[in-house]
C-alpha cells in the first residue's frame, strides 16, 4: 500500500457476474414510466424545503407537463407535508389520470399516519422503505439479514391491514431496499420477494418495486447488470414494475438510467434539472430530452423549457446551471468561430419537417420553446460568422463573404480589447460607423439619372455632393449608375464587386449596398449604403468605400486617390 494514498482506503466495485447479460444490445424504443419525486427527494434536499403554495405550484407544473406519476411528500414527517398531501386529496386536485404517492420509512407509527394523509383518495400509492446495504445493517440498524427482512414484511402486513379498511381508495404499494445498489444482489431479492409475498401483486395491479442508488457507487454498467439480474430472478416478475432511482454521485445518473432502462427498468424516479440529496437524483428533463434526439417521444411537453426552469428555480431557491443539457443558458450558444460558421450554414440548409441536421446542435431549440436568437453570441474567440449571423438575424444585413472577412478584422480588435462579449447592437453600432456613418469628405446629396438605350455608355447621371461640406455638382457617363457615378467622381477607383439586398419588405423596405471599391492598384476595401432607392443606396456605398480609402489613406485626403 501507498503510504499516504489517499485512494488507497477506497475498495473497487466489484462487477456483477452476468456473463449473458442482454442489455449491451438493446435499445430504447418507449419512454419509461416518470416518476417525479421533486416534492419529496428533492424538497428534502433544499435549504429551504417549499412553503405548500410553493408545492402545490410545482405540482400543478408537474400535472401539465404530463407526469402521471408524483412523490408529494413525507407525510409522516411534518404536519406540513401531512397537510399539504391531505389538501390534494380533500380539494380534489389531483386528476384521475394521476397517481400520488407518499414516502414512509417502514415503521408502524409512520405507515399510520402516511395512510391517513391519502385515505379517501380515489388512488394512492404508498412508498415504503428500509435501507438493506451491509453497512446500514451493521452502522444504521445493528441487525442481521433477517431482522431487516422482518422490517419490510411487517410493515407492508400492515400496510395490508390498514388499507383494507379504506376500499374505496385503490391503493398501491411502492417497495424499495434503500442502498439497493450497494447490496448483495441475493438479499435484494429475498427481501424484495418476502413483501410482494405479503402484498401479492397481481399484473392488474402490479406493486412497484424500485431499484435506487441511494449513492451512487459504480460506473453506470453495474447497475445496469444489477437490473437485469433483478429482472430475471425477482419472484412474481409479471406482476412487478421495476423502477429505478438513481444518484448522481459520480456524476453518472442519466447513463445510468438510460442504461437501467435497456436492462429492464419500465419506470424511472428523478426529479426535474437534476435536483435532489447531495449531487442530486437523476435529471427528469435530461432523460426525456435524450429521447427526443434519439426519434422517441418522452410523452412529457417540455415545450417552454424556460418556463418551467423558472418556476423550479424559484421554488428550489437553487439556480440551473447555465451549462445544463437542453435548459441551460449558454447551451444553444456558439462563442467559437468554427461552430458558429457550421452552426450559421446548417440553419440555412435545414429544411422544416426534415431530420434535424444542424452541425453541432443535438436538438432544435424551437422544440423547447428557446429562440434562435441567442444560438450565435460573439467575443474574442468568434470568427466573421458569428457577427455575420447576428447582423443577418438582428439587423436584416447579409454581408457578402468578403465584407464578413473585412469587418470581422474590427470585431475582433474589439472584443479583444475589451475582453468581454460583444451583442448585436453593439456589432451594429461597429458596423455603422466603419462603412454606413463614412460621409467625409464625400456625402451624397442628391442625383437625377437619365437613360438613352441607343447610346454606347446608355446611363448618364448629375450628381451632387458635398466634398468637404462645400457642395459639387458632378456628371457622368456608363454602362450603368455605378458605372456613370464612377466615372462622374473623377477618381482613380475601381469596382471589384457589387451585392444588394432588400431589408424588410413592402412600403417600408430599403436596400442594401455593398461595393468592395480599389484605388490606384493598392488595396481593396468595402463601403455600404443603405436607402429607400436601390440607385442611391449603391451611391451611398461608393462613397463609404471612397471615404474609407481616404480615411485609411496615409495622407487621409482626397488627393490620395484623384485620378
Ligand atoms: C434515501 C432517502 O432519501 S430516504 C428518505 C429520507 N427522508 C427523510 O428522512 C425526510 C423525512 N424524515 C424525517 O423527518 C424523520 O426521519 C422522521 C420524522 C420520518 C422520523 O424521525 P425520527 O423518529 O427522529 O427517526 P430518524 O429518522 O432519526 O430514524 C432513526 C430511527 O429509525 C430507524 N429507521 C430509519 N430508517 C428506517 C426505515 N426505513 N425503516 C425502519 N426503521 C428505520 C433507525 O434505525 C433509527 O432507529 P433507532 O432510533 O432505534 O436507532
Ligand atoms: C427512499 C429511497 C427510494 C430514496 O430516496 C433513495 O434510496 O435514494
Ligand atoms: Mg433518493
Not at 419525486?37 to 405548500?52: C, F, K, V, Y
Not at 438510467?257 to 424516479?269: N, Q, T
Not at 455593398?514 to 432607392?533: C, Q
Request: hydrophobic share 40%.
Amino acid at each position: 500500500m501507498m503510504l499516504n494514498n489517499p485512494a488507497a482506503k477506497y475498495r473497487p466495485f466489484p462487477a456483477v457476474p452476468l456473463a449473458d447479460r442482454q442489455w449491451p444490445g438493446k435499445t430504447i424504443t418507449r419512454p419509461p414510466i416518470w416518476m417525479s419525486t421533486d416534492l419529496r427527494d428533492g424538497n428534502q434536499a433544499l435549504i429551504e424545503p417549499m412553503s405548500p403554495e410553493k408545492k402545490l405550484r410545482f405540482f400543478e407544473m408537474l400535472v401539465q407537463i404530463g407526469i402521471k406519476e408524483i412523490e408529494v411528500g413525507f407525510p409522516s414527517a411534518s404536519q406540513t407535508d401531512f397537510d399539504f398531501v391531505r389538501g390534494l386529496v380533500d380539494d380534489k386536485r389531483i386528476p384521475d389520470d394521476v397517481t400520488i404517492i407518499v414516502l414512509t420509512q417502514a415503521r408502524d407509527e409512520l405507515i399510520r399516519r402516511t395512510v391517513e394523509s391519502v385515505a379517501g383518495a380515489k388512488r394512492a400509492c404508498v412508498h415504503i422503505y428500509n435501507s438493506v446495504a451491509p453497512v446500514f445493517r451493521r452502522v444504521v440498524f445493528g441487525m442481521g439479514r433477517d431482522e431487516i427482512v422482518q422490517i419490510a414484511v411487517n410493515g407492508t402486513k400492515l400496510f395490508k391491514e390498514l388499507t383494507a379498511a379504506h376500499p374505496e381508495t385503490d391503493w398501491r404499494l411502492e417497495y424499495s431496499p434503500e442502498s439497493f445498489s450497494t447490496t448483495e444482489l441475493d438479499f435484494s431479492k429475498q427481501i424484495v420477494d418476502a413483501v410482494s409475498a405479503v402484498w401479492q401483486p397481481t399484473p392488474a395491479k402490479p406493486m412497484i418495486v424500485n431499484l435506487p442508488s441511494t449513492v451512487e457507487a459504480s460506473t453506470p454498467n453495474v447497475y445496469a447488470d444489477q437490473i437485469e439480474w433483478m429482472c430475471r430472478h425477482l419472484e412474481r416478475r409479471d406482476a412487478l414494475v421495476i423502477s429505478v432511482h438513481p444518484h448522481n454521485d459520480r456524476g453518472t445518473a442519466v447513463a445510468a438510467a438510460e442504461l437501467a432502462v435497456m436492462a429492464g427498468a419500465d419506470r424511472v424516479e428523478g426529479c426535474l434539472f437534476g435536483n435532489g440529496e447531495r449531487t442530486g437524483n437523476v435529471d427528469l428533463v435530461t432523460l426525456a430530452m435524450n429521447l427526443y434526439t434519439q426519434g422517441v417521444h418522452p410523452g412529457l411537453d417540455f415545450s417552454d423549457i424556460d418556463a418551467v426552469r423558472q418556476l423550479v428555480e424559484e421554488c428550489n431557491q437553487l439556480p440551473v446551471h447555465p451549462r445544463h443539457p437542453y435548459a441551460g443558458d449558454l447551451v444553444f450558444t456558439a462563442f467559437s468561430g468554427s461552430h458558429q460558421d457550421a452552426i450559421k450554414k446548417g440553419f440555412a440548409q435545414q429544411q422544416p419537417d426534415a431530420i434535424w441536421e444542424v452541425p453541432y446542435l443535438p436538438i432544435d431549440p424551437a422544440d423547447l420553446g428557446r429562440s434562435y436568437d441567442a444560438v450565435i453570441r460573439v467575443n474574442s474567440q468568434s470568427g466573421k460568422g458569428g457577427m455575420a449571423y447576428l447582423l443577418e438575424q438582428e439587423y436584416g444585413l447579409a454581408l457578402p463573404r468578403r465584407l464578413q472577412i473585412e469587418f470581422s478584422r474590427a470585431v475582433q480588435k474589439v472584443a479583444d480589447n475589451s475582453g468581454r462579449e460583444i451583442a448585436a447592437s453593439d456589432i451594429h453600432a461597429l458596423f455603422s460607423r466603419e462603412y454606413l456613418e463614412q460621409d467625409t469628405p464625400y456625402h451624397y446629396v442628391s442625383h437625377h439619372m437619365t437613360e438613352n438605350s441607343t447610346d454606347s455608355h446608355p446611363v448618364r447621371v448629375d450628381v451632387t455632393v458635398n466634398r468637404h461640406h462645400a457642395p459639387q455638382a458632378l456628371h457622368g457617363i456608363g454602362n450603368g449608375p455605378i458605372d456613370a457615378f464612377v466615372s462622374a467622381l473623377g477618381l482613380d477607383i475601381r469596382l471589384m464587386d457589387y451585392h444588394e439586398h432588400s431589408i424588410g419588405s413592402g412600403a417600408n423596405a430599403r436596400a442594401a449596398c455593398y461595393v468592395e471599391l480599389r484605388v490606384a492598384n493598392g488595396p481593396t476595401l468595402f463601403g455600404a449604403g443603405i436607402d429607400s432607392n436601390i440607385v442611391t443606396a449603391s451611391f451611398k456605398a461608393v462613397l463609404s468605400a471612397v471615404n474609407r480609402h481616404i480615411g485609411a489613406s496615409e495622407q487621409g485626403d482626397v488627393d490620395a486617390i484623384a485620378a
